[in-house]
């Protein structure tokens, strides 16, 4: 009746590993720990139960037990700690050559666009062996991108971009979870990470579906909302010249710097008089309600392609 | 005059206390760990602010711009006068003298009003011009850079609901002072027994704390830019 | 039975009407500083005149000073917890931004 | 004292009135702690029928008891009655409020009104959730994350949160007549070093309740303004933050773990202790391990938020911290079972589930570090593994702690003796069905399982069937007690004043005791768990 009846979760990401040797080392620490205490409680109610043993020693305490077992837990968490530290870090920064997926979460589904203008619902087909970064945001509540097999979660938020990446190294399907409830269908939101071979991928890629690269959707978004009558290119405009500005360093007019990435560009569009640039005059109006989410993953998408001399994202595939 | 004290303190002291000391330091004492509850109540909305201020520093200067400067600062004097007299009337109570307690409270209590009428003008100002977080939010800066108004609305829903949320505190205040004057004119109160006048007297002290920090918070946000 | 030394420390009426005089002046301090550009440390002023105001209350008004050590304690863990609050909620939002640095 | 026990008409706190006015109208600490328990009872077992639902609903991939709507809600009034209406007032209301005024030689707590009135609006909070439930009832979890609490949830999210808003307010009274009266109300010679761990450990749970709980009644009341006049604070459309709203959230909540499992502690300590017949080892270190997870409980909460975009440095900090938070905790259980060492060992009930508290405890709180630790984390937030981790602590720890306690001392609340046969089965049904319930989902979060899923992938069956058949036997060890203590009532045997033969001083009062506690203030001049000095002699009754 019950075929499949795994007690692991499959391991399909180069992150797997290290996440389960840690969680193997940890659960061998806290096995001994566990099965120390069990076994004492067991061994002192059996040797000094009252029947064999009606006189108890009165002990006050020891002081150097109390340190003994404070200090080497202690000792043994910062181990974890460090470990654990480790791993969030390398999850934390996705590589600088990933390949990128725009993903959107709503009530109750997953939006992939790929750089090169493929639209998925619910799957997501990556290349094996190959560094993908995944940068999302939500539509409505928050949401969280989970897959077991790659061990990685990160929370998908409205409002905000949220970055995780993962390297799947094996040829396979696996499983997508929203795992931050979101309403009535929450269970239903899950999808499939189809990891193909390169081959497989490159045919995937020719079956069509793209409708236009992904920056070259936010170009047309960029004409259609005017943004070109201002952004010029060569500092002709009253806005900023956008070429060459994205992942660099960027003077703002309170003094502060901060890097143009995905997440400045989206804020400089939905509230641009929080971080104006410095030398120009805060006069760009909030496009805030205005633009939706998949037009604004394409809006940085472009602005983002104007800072590679090549902007030609297919190229980058190989 | 004196063994009426005594009755009335012997008739005070609860069954489950040694003695008037112990009873008197009790309630104290539990005022002031109530206070720590208060502070923390009134710190969630001191955290949200300080987040908010830190991103939307400009919304936050222009909202300010449209507080009634005049009416806060009058407003601050005037718990600051209320606190006084609550000092007062807790220092005549030490000493027994019924009487001037209350004088002292019932002018504590018209020191409250005073400050609701003022914030209650105030109140009324803001309704008018749709300062009102909501559907029908609407903000003109005074001065300055265009900002979002979603994030004067921010500003201007901490002002509503910390305001108001003190604003309630003082009219807790003038019902517990209230039923002080009640009490002592029952004759209930004696220099022996003063245990009620002492905790809501503490009380009183704490509202009054409390807006010392909101009137800087929200009227003195960067002045100079406006002007 | 409580005797009425028992009944607490009265504080002179010179130094009530002392500390609430101060109260007013500190309110009009703060009023008038603020109308100076003094760019980041207007708030820090603004601030610590209140702190001044709030600690005068606290000590002369509310009796702290003359209170327990135990009041003491528990009117300084209010400060503390609320700091706790503020600081470690701070810490995530102040340095969300370094973290976009390092890509 | 022994003569007690014959005179049945001797005035005690329950025949010394009569009358429903005479309940609802006492400001008795021991009658409060009894309305306590009638109530929290009865919101145990509204909280306990949506966990078998939800069980119920998960022995099938599909789901096919309830629609997800239904299921949604029934996950979310679960967490909210549980937490907030049983766990956070077991232990403190009911067995804290009989037993510490006793343990402390007082007449009463500090604030006998303020008691009653904690009550009262335990009372108040209680009917505005249930009316919230029944009208409709609510979806969003318990953790009500915006901006789907705030704005897209269809339930009654506002009449949830104040229901808890007013609760709330029933739990700051409660801390706040303990700390006093710990501080003000001691007999003499009862110094803090001589204090009983249970006071000790519910004290550090009353900063927590005084601290924590005003930021969630906050948080909470911005939430229903929020959803009832549209403004933005938590909504990301205008312009606030959801993840502030995480932040305040388990400012409180976080903390709020240990309001619940530190009184269920105190408990395991006496209990240890008296039934080892020896005093506590390291007496100092386990009364200062409580106020250190007090304190330390507030350094952590961002670890529930390890993966909600939060900054990274500040993750390292939490985590840092949350490692240790369990430093504390594992001094504890070190130092219980070095309380057994050469003790002379009885296994009535209530040390049977103190056994059962210290292995699952120990679990649930290793667990923890499993989710202290970042890059574990990340894989099994949000999974079965959470829903296990604090089943362990919250059913397996405090539970266990509330039934080992309710077993200790209910000869002295009721003046009558539980069937022992029975409890030992109960005690041995709940350690059984806990385990068979709760294990395997270690196992489904390890693999991925989410929680609050209404339905999942058929190969995470076996596990979940397995769970559910657990549960019906955790069920029945539940039921078992509420059949002997209600029976005891009437036939069980008259208690003597002391029948574990312990030290302390709520043993020295007759069973039940007096409406006053104590006829002459007592004078102390022993330490805690003063066991050299306490008569051997056996006190045979209930066997």
Not at chain 1, 297 to 309: F, G, N, W
Not at chain 4, 264 to 280: A, H, L, P, Y
Not at chain 4, 422 to 434: D, E, M, R, T, Y
Not at chain 4, 461 to 466: A, D, R
């Amino acid at each position: 009746m019950w075929i499949n009846f795994p007690l692991f979760p499959q391991r399909a990401s180069a992150m797997a590993w290290q996440v389960d040797g840690l969680f193997f080392l940890l659960l061998a620490v806290s096995g001994f720990f566990t099965l120390l205490i069990f076994v004492l409680i067991f061994v002192f109610s059996v040797k000094y139960r009252r029947s064999v043993h009606p006189h108890p020693v009165q002990i006050e305490g020891s002081l150097p037990l109390e340190m003994a077992w404070t200090l080497i837990p202690l000792g043994i968490c910062m181990i974890f700690f460090a470990w654990g530290s480790l791993i969030y870090f390398q999850e934390a920064r996705p590589p600088q050559d990933a390949m990128q997926i725009w993903v959107v979460g709503k009530q109750w589904m997953w939006k992939f666009e790929h750089e090169t203008g493929q639209r998925e619902i619910d799957q997501l087909h990556i290349p094996v062996n190959r560094d993908v970064k995944l940068v999302m945001s939500s539509q409505d509540v928050v949401h969280s991108f989970f897959v077991p097999a790659f061990r990685i979660k990160q929370d998908v938020l409205p409002g905000r971009y949220t970055q995780t990446w993962f390297r799947a190294t094996k040829v396979g399907s696996y499983q997508l979870f929203c795992s931050q409830y979101c309403g009535t269908n929450h269970s239903q939101m899950i999808g499939e990470i189809i990891v193909m071979d390169p081959m497989a991928y490159q045919a995937w890629l020719g079956l069509g579906g793209a409708s236009g690269s992904l920056p070259a959707n936010g170009r047309q978004v960029f004409q259609q909302m005017g943004c070109a009558s201002c952004h010029r290119s060569h500092g002709q405009g009253t806005g900023p010249d956008l070429a060459g500005m994205f992942g660099k360093p960027v003077q703002l007019s309170d003094g502060r710097t901060v890097v143009a990435d995905e997440d400045y560009v989206r804020n400089a569009i939905l509230n641009p008089g929080a971080q104006t640039v410095a030398g120009y005059k805060p006069i760009m109006p909030s496009f805030q309600g205005q633009v939706s989410e998949d037009n604004l993953d394409a809006l940085v998408a472009y602005i983002k392609s104007l800072a590679q001399p090549q902007p030609n994202a297919t190229s980058q595939m190989q | 005059m004196a063994t009426s004290d005594i009755q009335i303190a012997e008739h005070a002291l609860q069954h489950h206390f040694a003695d008037m000391e112990q009873q008197r330091e009790t309630a104290s004492f539990g005022m002031w760990a109530f206070l720590l509850t208060e502070v923390m109540f009134f710190g969630g909305m001191f955290c949200a602010y300080l987040v908010y201020r830190a991103a939307y520093y400009q919304a936050f200067v222009q909202g300010s711009q449209r507080m009634d400067l005049l009416a806060g600062a009058v407003n601050t004097a005037v718990l600051i006068c209320s606190s006084l007299t609550m000092a007062l009337a807790v220092r005549a109570a030490k000493m027994g003298k019924s009487k001037t307690v209350v004088t002292f409270l019932l002018i504590t209590i018209l020191f409250a009003f005073a400050f609701l009428v003022i914030k209650g003008f105030e109140y009324h100002g803001h309704w008018v011009d749709h300062q009102f977080p909501g559907p029908n939010f609407h903000f003109e800066p005074l001065k300055g850079p265009a900002v979002d108004p979603l994030h004067t609305e921010i500003f201007f829903s901490l002002y509503w609901v910390m305001t108001g949320l003190h604003a309630l505190h003082v009219i807790v205040g003038i019902m517990l002072i209230t039923w002080l004057v009640t009490v002592i004119l029952r004759g209930r109160v004696s220099a022996h027994y003063y245990n009620p006048v002492d905790t809501v007297g503490l009380y009183w002290h704490f509202v009054d704390l409390v807006w010392i920090y909101l009137f800087p918070l929200f009227y003195l946000i960067s002045k100079q830019h406006g002007s | 039975m409580a005797a009425p030394a028992h009944t607490g420390h009265i504080g002179s009426l010179k130094l009530y009407l002392g500390i609430w005089g101060l109260l007013l002046l500190l309110t009009f301090t703060t009023v008038m500083v603020a109308f100076v550009d003094l760019g980041p440390f207007n708030i820090v002023v603004a601030l610590v005149i209140a702190t001044i105001k709030g600690s005068l209350v606290a000590l002369f008004f509310m009796h702290l000073r003359e209170s327990s050590k135990m009041t003491m304690i528990v009117a300084v863990a209010s400060l503390f917890w609320l700091f706790i609050l503020l600081s470690l909620t701070m810490t995530d939002y102040v340095s969300r931004a370094w973290s976009t640095r390092l890509h | 004292m022994a003569t007690a026990v014959q005179t049945v008409e001797r005035e005690n706190y329950l025949n010394s009135n009569y009358g429903i006015k005479s309940w609802l109208l006492t400001t008795d600490h021991k009658r409060i702690a009894m309305l306590y328990l009638v109530s929290i009872t009865a919101m145990f077992w509204i909280g306990g029928f949506f966990a078998m639902m939800i069980r119920l609903n998960l022995l099938t991939p599909s789901g096919e008891l309830v629609t997800a709507d239904t299921y949604n809600k029934l996950f979310s009034m679960h967490g909210i009655i549980m937490v907030f209406f049983f766990l956070i007032p077991s232990v403190p209301a009911v067995i804290g409020n009989f037993v510490i005024p006793l343990m402390v030689g007082a007449k009463d707590l500090a604030f006998p009104r303020v008691n009653l009135l904690s009550w009262y609006v335990y009372m108040l909070g209680a009917c505005v959730e249930l009316t919230a439930m029944v009208t409709g009832g609510v979806d969003t979890g318990w953790t009500f994350y915006t901006p789907f609490s705030t704005t897209y949830s269809n339930t009654h999210v506002i009449g949830a949160a104040l229901g808890i808003f007013i609760a709330g307010f029933s739990s700051i009274l409660t801390g706040l007549n303990f700390i006093v009266t710990i501080h003000r109300m001691r007999a003499p010679g009862m110094t803090w070093r001589r204090l009983p761990l249970f006071c000790w450990s519910n004290y550090a749970a009353a900063l927590i309740m005084v601290l924590g709980t005003p930021v969630i009644a906050i948080t909470l009341l911005l939430v229903a303004v929020e959803r009832g006049l549209g403004i933005g604070i938590f909504n990301p459309q205008l312009g606030g933050d959801p993840l502030l709203f995480q932040h305040l959230f388990w400012f409180y909540s976080h903390p709020a773990v240990y309001i619940m499992i530190l009184p269920g502690m105190g408990v395991i300590s006496e209990i240890v202790t008296c039934f080892s017949r020896k005093r506590v080892f390291g007496y100092e270190f386990v009364a200062l391990a409580s106020i250190a997870i007090a304190v330390l409980g507030f350094l952590v909460w961002a670890h529930h938020m390890f993966v909600a975009g939060i900054s990274v440095y500040a993750a390292l900090v939490f985590s840092m911290l949350s490692y240790l938070v369990a430093i504390p905790s594992a001094v504890k259980v070190f130092n219980w079972t070095a309380t057994m060492y050469k003790g002379s060992i009885r296994y009535d009930t209530p040390m049977l589930y103190a056994f059962g508290f210290i292995g699952l405890f120990t679990m649930g709180g290793l667990t923890g570090i499993f989710l202290a630790t970042l890059g574990i984390d990340v894989h099994v937030h949000d999974t079965y593994f959470v829903v296990a981790h604090f089943h362990y602590v919250m059913v397996g720890g405090m539970v266990m702690a509330y039934m080992a306690g309710l077993h200790f001392w209910w000869p002295k609340i009721t003046g009558r003796m539980y069937p022992e046969g029975w409890a030992k089965l109960s005690a041995l049904l709940v350690f059984v069905g806990f385990n068979t319930t709760f294990f395997p989902q270690f196992v489904l979060g390890y693999m991925g399982m989410p929680r609050r899923y209404h339905a999942y992938p058929p190969e995470f069956q076996v596990l979940n069937v397995l769970s559910t058949a657990g549960a019906s036997i955790l069920a029945v060890g539940y039921v078992l007690p509420m059949i002997y203590f209600l029976w005891s009532l009437r036939y069980g045997e008259p208690a003597p004043p002391n029948p574990w033969n312990a030290v302390g001083l709520e043993w020295m009062t007759p069973s039940p005791p007096p409406t006053h506690n104590f006829d002459e203030t007592p004078v102390v001049t022993w330490e805690a768990y003063d066991y050299e000095h306490q008569p051997q002699e056996e006190v045979t009754v209930g066997h």
